[in-house]
């Protein structure tokens, strides 16, 4: 049924119609109406759910563990200094294995306060064992984070559906809402492989000496490695059921393009129609929307580079002292790659600074003039 | 819709988490220790102050849970007459209980009564008295000494015969304690415990040195037990006009009231003295004891000394009878007053007479009670075995023992059963051909630092598996687990019916006052399943089966606590081998 | 109000009185006379195998069993640190979604993860009235991590992080007036040398709905430089000297004591080697302290 939905909202829908089983969560904003929305329906009946309004994000996170370790479908959403907050734990719900769903607004790190779009915080927790996915619609939203749960309980690893502060959360879209009868055949209740056993009393989580941890790290490894396939095979049944796919990656107008552009989330959107003026213009140009960040989709990713000559990145972060992650992560799959295009790497959007299609113009002229690029990535839009 | 959606996990994800699988039981902790518990009881202060080496503690114990038939065969196992003892003890074990150092000693001999007096009339012992082994023994004297003879002897399987020269047993349990403290019910009561085939009492017959030889024939062993049937004389001018105290009690037990009354002189200071005192005074005449030391000094039970002083009888110390008088019905008696004079090197203080000092007082009686010693033809200088309460002599190859009053430094009802027990104990090792090992079976046997002698560990009972060297001091007691609980007070009749009748002045405990009474009881040095020490276990390593308790030294680590909270230090700490 | 019975003193009561079952295996690798598994021990017994226990960081999270070891018969969720309040919380909904009404949660931690690192998600679940029990099992430091000072750690301590003449010079937390002040239906002290009061207190727990809290004092004979057969003596001297009183607290206003104990507390004090640098005129302060702190609970009491 087809709906103007915040984005936000198609957060909640998502998790309404997931059967998620306990909510604990602590209002950031730009997520508070995730999570308000939630309670309405925790409270009004319509989600048999049991909503913790806990005090803390780390102690959302702590109960999503819990919860989840004694065997329930669970959710929690944060953003910026909340997620942060939660780093700790974030270590924990993966080291622990747990398929905990988390819908993550990208917002920016103080001081100073901002509450607007920026990637620094979801991809500050890169290291930390989670699969992230990131959403460039609210329909997208909708859809991944019903795969999220999915694809977790699959390969028991928890999942960071991600989206823009404010330009997806708090912007409303035409989504398609799926009726519950039919999210239930695809995302059947959770049967739990790790869960506190009553009848044979275990203890989950103990202290792992060096005789046995380096095999669960390995693990998790596997599982991380394991995930493109089992994401495929998600995809291709929700598709098959709901008639929607994304890919690990979206590609447009690759094809035959020298120049390539590379980014997560909304500014996508907006390169699209970059793209389409410089097509205009004769330039062979396109631009990849990254959705899987974690695992970085390697494959997918050299395979559409194969041809290109120079990629351009745009990073809505700065990991201070090796430039913007996208870039960084690039570069690093590249090289294994037989082709090395030359990687450009720019910063632009953060806290909430709009990234424009001249902005990718500009992009796209520094790059075009370039023979190497920078060391250092180059920001755009700064005011002087 | 058809196909159907993927549920079954897939085999191809790594799950390998921090779960557990199997748990701690492999982890053998009990190598960490260098220290390791153990159960070992010991010996309580009570056992070891008793001359029978009852086994106080574990009396108390069954007695605090009313198991009476425990209680009871636990105290005949060591002693024959709980309900006599339990009137007519001194009990040193109240002395020395270690409950005195919380609160107040522990009621023992009062509890022993309630435990004999439920005894009475149910003949039932611990074992039936066994089959007849063959041997035969002739006992001398049915008094305390002769009747704890034939009871042990009768235990292990002997015939005993006892010659009585009176018409009746008991000896001075008959006619020397009077019936306020000892009623004759409760002796004959008591005395059926000794009815049995092999137990056969002879009256009216009394044996004289010369008759030893003609009954050496006849026995395996002969056990003079004659006590001491002469009184001391004053040996004062007009020791004639002195009454024979030991004679006057014969004569009050056999319902031959003398008559006496007005002021009557008891000159003595012994439990003889103070029975002559308080019997006259129940007669309605006036004692007044008159002792050449001191109330100190007084060889009598305190405990007697109070109950005389409070009935009324009078007391005059440091006088010693010169010589007595007579003017036409009453006595004059002349004293010479004494006082303290050096100490002996045992540190005694020795009393000599005052200078000139003299005192004469005027008594419608006078009395005599100043000790007993045996008949001349008992004497005897050299011993085949000497131990602390019997000597043996061999005449032509048999042995002759010779116990109680004969043989004990000190005379009490409760020394002269301790005496048969022991001379019996010695008879057996004997006639199991092991005569050279008399004194180290004695020591195996012996309860605490000894003397006593417990017939349990003789008849190879669990109470041997006992520390017995090893007496329990108050510091080990854990109080921790003990609130002060004052001692429950005893009944006693009113102080004139004290004064006008002989019944037995005190009553006993009843039962809840018995049971309050024995649980204040420490039990020191035996376990009584209290199970603290399971109770506190951090390692789980001590376990109980319904039967037993044991430590698992798989897991033990040695930390002590059992051993520090166990309330009555009946355990103990070792190094580890 | 206050009574103390023969039954608050274990030791003249008879085996068959006190369960044998035990909830902990032999082999786990605590410290020889660890007074935090005799709390454990008689906590489970009292509670029984419906429970599933909540273990953050502290000495039960490596007493608890190293991988792929378990010491206990019950089902137990290791946590990080400072989660226990948010974790017991997290499993608590979980089960009652499930439709388990009868398991019992219990989030079992140190003072560390109670009163400091842990206090804001215990306030947050107390707040909540999180249906749970939460036992902190104090021993006065973080042990585990080699006896840094807590706020749990008495005045006059020494620990390593408040070493030699710089021992604890603030008071002991009052973690049941923090709490009952959040009016959580039950909140109690606990002593392992008075087990009966103990078992009694946790029975009475489990039947409640609510956040219950236990304060449990579990000595420690290596952070205390005490030896290792003190443990339970210790613990027992601190009620008597009214340092630890035993008390309950119901819906946050009603105070029950259950002991009186007339000890000073020089006696407590002399026997632990984190106390020996003390000297007659600290003891006199503290007694002083302890003096007050048992008048303000008496107050509360009438």
Same mark, same amino acid.
């Given at each position: 049924?087809?709906?103007?939905?915040?984005?936000?909202?198609?957060?909640?829908?998502?998790?309404?119609?997931?059967?998620?089983?306990?909510?604990?969560?602590?209002?950031?904003?730009?997520?508070?109406?995730?999570?308000?929305?939630?309670?309405?329906?925790?409270?009004?009946?319509?989600?048999?759910?049991?909503?913790?309004?806990?005090?803390?994000?780390?102690?959302?996170?702590?109960?999503?563990?819990?919860?989840?370790?004694?065997?329930?479908?669970?959710?929690?959403?944060?953003?910026?200094?909340?997620?942060?907050?939660?780093?700790?734990?974030?270590?924990?719900?993966?080291?622990?294995?747990?398929?905990?769903?988390?819908?993550?607004?990208?917002?920016?790190?103080?001081?100073?306060?901002?509450?607007?779009?920026?990637?620094?915080?979801?991809?500050?927790?890169?290291?930390?064992?989670?699969?992230?996915?990131?959403?460039?619609?609210?329909?997208?939203?909708?859809?991944?984070?019903?795969?999220?749960?999915?694809?977790?309980?699959?390969?028991?690893?928890?999942?960071?559906?991600?989206?823009?502060?404010?330009?997806?959360?708090?912007?409303?879209?035409?989504?398609?809402?799926?009726?519950?009868?039919?999210?239930?055949?695809?995302?059947?209740?959770?049967?739990?492989?790790?869960?506190?056993?009553?009848?044979?009393?275990?203890?989950?989580?103990?202290?792992?000496?060096?005789?046995?941890?380096?095999?669960?790290?390995?693990?998790?490894?596997?599982?991380?490695?394991?995930?493109?396939?089992?994401?495929?095979?998600?995809?291709?049944?929700?598709?098959?059921?709901?008639?929607?796919?994304?890919?690990?990656?979206?590609?447009?107008?690759?094809?035959?393009?020298?120049?390539?552009?590379?980014?997560?989330?909304?500014?996508?959107?907006?390169?699209?129609?970059?793209?389409?003026?410089?097509?205009?213009?004769?330039?062979?140009?396109?631009?990849?929307?990254?959705?899987?960040?974690?695992?970085?989709?390697?494959?997918?990713?050299?395979?559409?580079?194969?041809?290109?000559?120079?990629?351009?990145?745009?990073?809505?972060?700065?990991?201070?002292?090796?430039?913007?992650?996208?870039?960084?992560?690039?570069?690093?799959?590249?090289?294994?790659?037989?082709?090395?295009?030359?990687?450009?790497?720019?910063?632009?959007?953060?806290?909430?600074?709009?990234?424009?299609?001249?902005?990718?113009?500009?992009?796209?002229?520094?790059?075009?003039?370039?023979?190497?690029?920078?060391?250092?990535?180059?920001?755009?839009?700064?005011?002087? | 819709?058809?196909?159907?959606?993927?549920?079954?996990?897939?085999?191809?994800?790594?799950?390998?988490?921090?779960?557990?699988?199997?748990?701690?039981?492999?982890?053998?902790?009990?190598?960490?220790?260098?220290?390791?518990?153990?159960?070992?009881?010991?010996?309580?202060?009570?056992?070891?102050?008793?001359?029978?080496?009852?086994?106080?503690?574990?009396?108390?114990?069954?007695?605090?849970?009313?198991?009476?038939?425990?209680?009871?065969?636990?105290?005949?196992?060591?002693?024959?007459?709980?309900?006599?003892?339990?009137?007519?003890?001194?009990?040193?074990?109240?002395?020395?209980?270690?409950?005195?150092?919380?609160?107040? &000693?522990?009621?023992?001999?009062? #509890? %022993?009564?309630?435990?004999?007096?439920? @005894?009475?009339?149910? +003949?039932? !012992?611990?074992?039936?008295?066994?089959?007849?082994?063959?041997?035969?023994?002739?006992?001398?004297?049915?008094?305390?000494?002769?009747?704890?003879?034939?009871?042990?002897?009768?235990?292990?399987?002997?015939?005993?015969?006892?010659?009585?020269?009176?018409?009746?047993?008991?000896?001075?349990?008959?006619?020397?304690?009077?019936?306020?403290?000892?009623?004759?019910?409760?002796?004959?009561?008591?005395?059926?415990?000794?009815?049995?085939?092999?137990?056969?009492?002879?009256?009216?017959?009394?044996?004289?040195?010369?008759?030893?030889?003609?009954?050496?024939?006849?026995?395996?062993?002969?056990?003079?037990?004659?006590?001491?049937?002469?009184?001391?004389?004053?040996?004062?001018?007009?020791?004639?006009?002195?009454?024979?105290?030991?004679?006057?009690?014969?004569?009050?037990? &056999?319902?031959?009231?003398?008559? #006496? %009354?007005?002021?009557?002189?008891?000159? @003595?200071?012994?439990? +003889?003295? !103070?029975?002559?005192?308080?019997?006259?005074?129940?007669?309605?005449?006036?004692?007044?004891?008159?002792?050449?030391?001191?109330?100190?000094?007084?060889?009598?039970?305190?405990?007697?000394?109070?109950?005389?002083?409070?009935?009324?009888?009078?007391?005059?110390?440091?006088?010693?009878?010169?010589?007595?008088?007579?003017?036409?019905?009453?006595?004059?008696?002349?004293?010479?007053?004494?006082?303290?004079?050096?100490?002996?090197?045992?540190?005694?203080?020795?009393?000599?007479?005052?200078?000139?000092?003299?005192?004469?007082?005027?008594?419608?009686?006078?009395?005599?009670?100043?000790?007993?010693?045996?008949?001349?033809?008992?004497?005897?200088?050299?011993?085949?075995?000497?131990?602390?309460?019997?000597?043996?002599?061999?005449?032509?190859?048999?042995?002759?023992?010779?116990?109680?009053?004969?043989?004990?430094? %000190?005379?009490?009802?409760?020394?002269?059963?301790?005496?048969?027990?022991?001379?019996?104990?010695?008879?057996?090792?004997?006639?199991?051909?092991?005569?050279?090992?008399?004194?180290?079976?004695?020591?195996?046997?012996?309860?605490?630092?000894?003397?006593?002698?417990?017939?349990?560990?003789?008849?190879?009972?669990?109470?041997?598996?006992?520390?017995?060297?090893?007496?329990?001091?108050?510091?080990?007691?854990?109080?921790?687990?003990?609130?002060?609980?004052?001692?429950?007070?005893?009944?006693?009749?009113?102080?004139?019916?004290?004064?006008?009748?002989?019944?037995?002045?005190?009553?006993?405990?009843?039962?809840?006052?018995?049971?309050?009474?024995?649980?204040?009881?420490?039990?020191?040095?035996?376990?009584?399943?209290?199970?603290?020490?399971?109770?506190?276990?951090?390692?789980?390593?001590?376990?109980?089966?319904?039967?037993?308790?044991?430590?698992?030294?798989?897991?033990?680590?040695?930390?002590?606590?059992?051993?520090?909270?166990?309330?009555?230090?009946?355990?103990?700490?070792?190094?580890?081998? | 109000?206050?009574?103390?019975?023969?039954?608050?003193?274990?030791?003249?009561?008879?085996?068959?009185?006190?369960?044998?079952?035990?909830?902990?295996?032999?082999?786990?690798?605590?410290?020889?006379?660890?007074?935090?598994?005799?709390?454990?021990?008689?906590?489970?017994?009292?509670?029984?195998?419906?429970?599933?226990?909540?273990?953050?960081?502290?000495?039960?999270?490596?007493?608890?069993?190293?991988?792929?070891?378990?010491?206990?018969?019950?089902?137990?969720?290791?946590?990080?640190?400072?989660?226990?309040?948010?974790?017991?919380?997290?499993?608590?909904?979980?089960?009652?979604?499930?439709?388990?009404?009868?398991?019992?949660?219990?989030?079992?931690?140190?003072?560390?993860?109670?009163?400091?690192?842990?206090?804001?998600?215990?306030?947050?679940?107390?707040?909540?009235?999180?249906?749970?029990?939460?036992?902190?099992?104090?021993?006065?430091?973080?042990?585990?991590?080699?006896?840094?000072?807590?706020?749990?750690?008495?005045?006059?301590?020494?620990?390593?992080?408040?070493?030699?003449?710089?021992?604890?010079?603030?008071?002991?937390?009052?973690?049941?007036?923090?709490?009952?002040?959040?009016?959580?239906?039950?909140?109690?002290?606990?002593?392992?040398?008075?087990?009966?009061?103990?078992?009694?207190?946790?029975?009475?727990?489990?039947?409640?709905?609510?956040?219950?809290?236990?304060?449990?004092?579990?000595?420690?004979?290596?952070?205390?430089?005490?030896?290792?057969?003190?443990?339970?003596?210790?613990?027992?001297?601190?009620?008597?000297?009214?340092?630890?009183?035993?008390?309950?607290?119901?819906?946050?206003?009603?105070?029950?004591?259950?002991?009186?104990?007339?000890?000073?507390?020089?006696?407590?004090?002399?026997?632990?080697?984190?106390?020996?640098?003390?000297?007659?005129?600290?003891?006199?302060?503290?007694?002083?302290?302890?003096?007050?702190?048992?008048?303000?609970?008496?107050?509360?009491?009438?």
């Amino acid at each position: 049924m087809k709906e103007v939905l915040e984005g936000s909202h198609a957060v909640s829908e998502a998790v309404r119609l997931a059967r998620a089983k306990v909510i604990s969560a602590y209002p950031i904003t730009p997520q508070t109406h995730i999570v308000e929305a939630l309670s309405e329906y925790c409270a009004d009946g319509s989600l048999d759910a049991r909503f913790i309004c806990v005090e803390s994000e780390h102690s959302a996170m702590a109960s999503c563990i819990g919860a989840a370790s004694a065997g329930v479908r669970t959710f929690t959403a944060s953003s910026s200094h909340g997620l942060a907050l939660m780093h700790e734990l974030l270590h924990w719900a993966s080291g622990a294995r747990l398929p905990i769903v988390m819908a993550e607004v990208n917002r920016a790190l103080g001081p100073g306060w901002n509450i607007w779009m920026d990637q620094s915080d979801s991809l500050s927790q890169r290291d930390t064992g989670w699969i992230q996915l990131y959403c460039e619609t609210a329909q997208e939203v909708l859809d991944t984070t019903l795969q999220a749960y999915r694809l977790a309980e699959t390969v028991n690893l928890p999942v960071m559906v991600v989206l823009d502060a404010f330009f997806l959360s708090h912007t409303y879209e035409p989504v398609d809402i799926p009726d519950q009868q039919s999210v239930d055949k695809f995302l059947p209740s959770f049967e739990p492989r790790i869960s506190l056993d009553q009848q044979n009393p275990n203890a989950i989580g103990q202290m792992a000496p060096p005789a046995y941890y380096m095999e669960m790290r390995h693990s998790i490894q596997m599982a991380m490695q394991s995930v493109m396939e089992h994401f495929i095979d998600v995809e291709r049944q929700f598709e098959h059921v709901f008639g929607r796919s994304y890919g690990p990656i979206t590609p447009f107008a690759c094809d035959d393009a020298q120049y390539i552009f590379l980014m997560a989330g909304t500014s996508a959107s907006t390169c699209r129609q970059a793209i389409n003026s410089l097509r205009d213009k004769g330039h062979k140009v396109g631009v990849i929307k990254l959705k899987m960040f974690r695992p970085f989709p390697y494959q997918d990713v050299r395979k559409i580079l194969k041809h290109a000559k120079k990629v351009i990145v745009l990073d809505r972060n700065c990991s201070f002292g090796a430039g913007g992650i996208f870039a960084q992560e690039l570069r690093s799959a590249m090289y294994a790659s037989d082709r090395h295009p030359q990687i450009f790497s720019f910063i632009s959007g953060l806290g909430g600074r709009d990234v424009t299609v001249d902005h990718f113009f500009e992009m796209f002229d520094r790059i075009e003039k370039a023979d190497y690029p920078d060391d250092e990535s180059v920001w755009i839009g700064l005011n002087p | 819709m058809s196909q159907s959606i993927q549920t079954q996990p897939p085999n191809n994800v790594s799950l390998l988490i921090s779960q557990s699988r199997t748990n701690t039981l492999g982890n053998k902790t009990g190598t960490w220790r260098f220290v390791r518990p153990k159960y070992q009881e010991k010996t309580a202060p009570c056992s070891n102050a008793c001359p029978l080496g009852i086994d106080v503690a574990m009396v108390e114990m069954f007695a605090s849970r009313k198991d009476y038939q425990n209680a009871l065969n636990t105290v005949l196992m060591e002693n024959p007459f709980p309900a006599i003892c339990g009137r007519v003890c001194f009990h040193p074990c109240e002395s020395a209980c270690n409950r005195q150092f919380l609160d107040q &000693s522990v009621g023992i001999h009062h #509890i %022993e009564r309630f435990i004999g007096h439920w @005894g009475l009339n149910r +003949t039932n !012992i611990s074992c039936k008295y066994p089959e007849f082994n063959g041997a035969s023994i002739a006992i001398i004297g049915a008094g305390p000494a002769g009747l704890s003879v034939a009871y042990f002897a009768r235990r292990l399987g002997y015939r005993c015969d006892i010659f009585e020269k009176s018409d009746n047993p008991g000896g001075l349990l008959k006619y020397g304690i009077p019936s306020y403290r000892l009623p004759d019910r409760i002796l004959m009561d008591e005395l059926h415990r000794l009815d049995d085939e092999g137990i056969q009492f002879k009256y009216a017959q009394s044996i004289s040195m010369d008759q030893i030889n003609a009954l050496k024939q006849q026995y395996d062993a002969l056990f003079l037990c004659c006590g001491d049937a002469n009184s001391i004389t004053l040996k004062i001018s007009g020791e004639q006009f002195s009454i024979d105290g030991l004679d006057l009690l014969r004569q009050i037990r &056999s319902n031959q009231m003398p008559l #006496i %009354e007005g002021t009557v002189a008891v000159i @003595g200071g012994g439990n +003889t003295a !103070i029975d002559v005192a308080r019997s006259v005074l129940r007669m309605g005449a006036h004692p007044v004891i008159l002792y050449r030391r001191t109330r100190k000094e007084m060889p009598a039970h305190p405990h007697e000394i109070d109950a005389a002083l409070s009935e009324g009888v009078l007391l005059k110390e440091c006088l010693s009878p010169i010589d007595i008088q007579k003017n036409t019905n009453l006595f004059e008696v002349s004293f010479q007053r004494m006082k303290p004079g050096e100490k002996t090197n045992e540190g005694r203080q020795t009393y000599i007479p005052d200078g000139n000092r003299r005192e004469t007082i005027t008594f419608n009686h006078v009395v005599s009670a100043i000790g007993a010693e045996m008949d001349i033809m008992w004497r005897n200088e050299l011993w085949d075995l000497s131990l602390s309460h019997c000597r043996m002599k061999k005449i032509e190859d048999q042995p002759v023992f010779w116990c109680g009053d004969l043989t004990t430094s %000190e005379k009490t009802v409760t020394h002269a059963l301790a005496s048969g027990k022991q001379a019996v104990i010695a008879w057996d090792v004997m006639q199991n051909q092991k005569e050279n090992e008399i004194h180290t079976i004695c020591h195996q046997c012996q309860v605490g630092k000894g003397p006593a002698l417990s017939f349990d560990i003789y008849t190879k009972g669990d109470r041997k598996n006992r520390n017995n060297t090893e007496i329990v001091k108050f510091e080990h007691v854990n109080t921790a687990y003990f609130p002060n609980i004052p001692a429950v007070q005893i009944n006693k009749i009113s102080q004139e019916s004290c004064q006008n009748s002989f019944d037995e002045v005190i009553s006993g405990f009843n039962e809840s006052q018995m049971i309050e009474e024995a649980t204040r009881c420490f039990n020191c040095g035996i376990c009584n399943d209290c199970d603290t020490c399971r109770i506190f276990c951090p390692e789980m390593a001590i376990q109980w089966d319904n039967t037993t308790r044991h430590i698992l030294m798989d897991y033990c680590k040695g930390c002590g606590i059992c051993i520090e909270e166990c309330p009555r230090d009946a355990m103990k700490l070792e190094v580890e081998p | 109000m206050c009574k103390n019975t023969q039954e608050m003193i274990s030791g003249s009561i008879m085996a068959k009185k006190y369960p044998s079952d035990d909830y902990i295996m032999p082999g786990h690798v605590a410290c020889p006379g660890c007074g935090a598994v005799i709390a454990m021990k008689f906590a489970l017994q009292a509670l029984g195998p419906k429970t599933i226990l909540v273990i953050p960081a502290c000495c039960w999270a490596v007493v608890a069993g190293v991988h792929p070891q378990t010491s206990l018969k019950v089902p137990v969720l290791h946590t990080a640190f400072e989660t226990s309040g948010a974790a017991a919380s997290g499993v608590r909904a979980a089960l009652d979604m499930k439709g388990d009404t009868e398991t019992t949660v219990v989030a079992w931690a140190g003072d560390g993860g109670t009163f400091d690192i842990g206090f804001q998600s215990l306030s947050g679940a107390c707040e909540r009235n999180e249906n749970f029990l939460y036992v902190c099992y104090d021993n006065e430091a973080y042990m585990n991590t080699g006896v840094q000072r807590s706020s749990a750690t008495p005045y006059g301590a020494q620990t390593t992080t408040t070493p030699r003449n710089a021992w604890k010079s603030h008071r002991k937390k009052n973690i049941i007036d923090v709490l009952a002040a959040h009016r959580i239906p039950y909140a109690a002290t606990v002593n392992i040398a008075f087990p009966d009061d103990m078992m009694r207190k946790f029975k009475k727990a489990k039947d409640i709905q609510g956040t219950r809290f236990i304060h449990a004092y579990a000595s420690c004979p290596t952070g205390w430089r005490i030896p290792s057969d003190q443990t339970v003596a210790i613990s027992r001297l601190a009620v008597q000297t009214n340092l630890f009183p035993l008390y309950e607290v119901e819906n946050g206003i009603d105070y029950t004591i259950n002991y009186q104990g007339n000890r000073s507390i020089a006696e407590y004090l002399k026997v632990q080697g984190r106390f020996k640098h003390l000297t007659e005129k600290d003891h006199v302060d503290i007694q002083e302290m302890v003096n007050e702190d048992w008048q303000l609970l008496n107050n509360k009491a009438s």
